[in-house]
């Protein structure tokens, strides 16, 4: 399972070291290369709790096999990609398969490990941190030696390990359930609703005018996701506090690490530091954050610390971040690029075993996939939202770091929300 569901945060990465190489060779501007990350985003947002549900129905270690399968289709399409319309049909196909595996390996493991839940999630945190982490500095050398293609092209070998070893090892499924149908009209309704907030908020002067066929959308997809037999979201999964915080805190959480992975290789190559450098500091940040997630799981399975407290300790530790940058010349120190990108990436950690485990524990364990589909699209809806805010976020600093820091400060509000006590054993077993 971690094999494949490294790749989703070792693409996410990558990709930010890479726009500047599919803009200029293939004659786009930064705001058009961005809807290569920005595509990607919208339909994991989509896809993953429509495969999460399917999961639930008809097999998690099917689906998560047949997503990898997918994914790898979209690597080899995206390495032969000669224009834009194909690269982002590419990177759609790529989020198809990532969203299917990413939410049936976490259902998996919600099976497979029901009382150790938080420190088997802090090993597959530290796992896919890696993969973040090696995406920068990795994609950087690919693009300097074999141009921005070989980032779809290293794929390839995880993936086929993934699904020759995935077919032996992988446990089965339980018999299939009545054939049941899935909610399409609403994942349909979803992107049309994703879609429609991500062009108004690249360009208000240009797309405010969705604004209003996006508020009806949400207005409709509400009432048919109440009605619908199989809905895409569970609307009731949100009645439970500890499913709604911690779907809120992962929200707020990714928009502000996304928001930072994209902007700073911008920001460091406008003042002309090397892109080799600019995949050093990223691979701190992401280090960082590999170690912090570890030890956030073992603050948590020890029983040291509850996940609310968890939570507002890790966000506090990105406002401290930005208090940093606002204070320190980062556009000419490349060592105060590093210090705040290291703290931003401690505080970015700490927290996300919490918010993960809170939110799958708050569901049946039937409902895993589904719990774990709508979570990952609330983490997607924040890294929609760093993306789509590029463009007008990249020219103004002092406005960027302003959002940073308001984000960071909704998270602390956030974490009062949280569940207490820690759930026992029995309650992660039920």
């Known amino acids: 399972m971690l094999t494949g569901m490294v790749l989703v945060p070792l693409n996410s990465t990558m990709i930010a070291v890479g726009l500047d190489a599919i803009a200029h060779q293939l004659g786009l501007s930064v705001a058009a290369a961005v809807w290569v990350v920005s595509a990607y985003l919208i339909t994991m947002a989509v896809v993953q709790p429509l495969g999460g549900k399917a999961g639930d129905l008809w097999g998690h270690r099917r689906l998560f096999l047949a997503g990898a399968v997918v994914f790898l289709a979209g690597s080899v399409m995206g390495a032969a990609a000669a224009s834009l319309p194909t690269l982002i049909v590419a990177r759609c196909m790529q989020a198809l398969g990532a969203g299917v595996t990413a939410t049936n390996g976490s259902a998996l493991l919600r099976r497979s490990f029901p009382t150790t ?44 390990t993934t699904i020759l070893w995935g077919w032996r090892v992988l ?47 949400a207005i409709w997809f509400v009432h048919h996701e109440r009605r619908a037999a199989e809905p895409v979201v569970s609307l009731s999964l949100f009645r439970r506090p500890g499913f709604l915080v911690a779907n809120g805190s992962i929200l707020a959480a990714n928009g502000f690490m996304y928001t930072l992975l994209l902007w700073t290789p911008l920001f460091l190559r406008a003042h002309r530091v090397p892109l080799t450098t600019v995949g050093v500091i990223l691979l701190g940040f992401s280090l960082m954050s590999s170690g912090a997630a570890f030890g956030g799981s073992r603050l948590l399975s020890s029983g040291r610390m509850e996940r609310g407290a968890l939570v507002r300790l890790s966000f506090a530790v990105d406002a401290a971040a930005i208090v940093l940058a606002f204070l320190l010349p980062t556009a000419t120190q490349v060592g105060a690029d590093m210090l705040v990108l290291l703290t931003a990436g401690l505080g970015s950690g700490l927290g996300t075993v919490a918010m993960q485990s809170t939110a799958l524990l708050a569901a049946r364990r039937d409902q895993a ?14 890294s929609i939202l760093a993306s789509a805010a590029l463009s007008w976020l990249v020219p103004l600093p002092p406005l960027y770091l302003a959002v940073l820091g308001a984000v960071a400060l909704l998270g602390i509000l956030m974490s009062f929300g949280y569940p207490r006590p820690l759930a026992t054993s029995r309650t992660l077993s039920a």
């Open 117 to 160: 839940l938080s420190q088997v999630l802090g090993n597959v945190g530290v796992v896919q941190s890696l993969g973040a982490a090696a995406g920068p500095l990795l994609g950087s050398l690919l693009i300097a030696r074999f141009g921005w293609p070989s980032i779809f092209w290293v794929n390839l070998p995880v993936l086929a």
């Open 171 to 217: 446990p089965p499924d339980a018999p299939r359930l009545p054939a049941r149908p899935l909610d399409i009209p609403g994942a349909v309704g979803l992107g049309g609703i994703l879609v429609s907030a991500t062009l108004a908020l690249k360009n208000l002067a240009v797309w405010a005018w969705l604004l209003i066929p996006g508020a009806l959308a």
């Open 369 to 382: 996939g589904t719990a774990s589909g709508v979570y990952s699209t609330s983490r997607y809806l924040g």
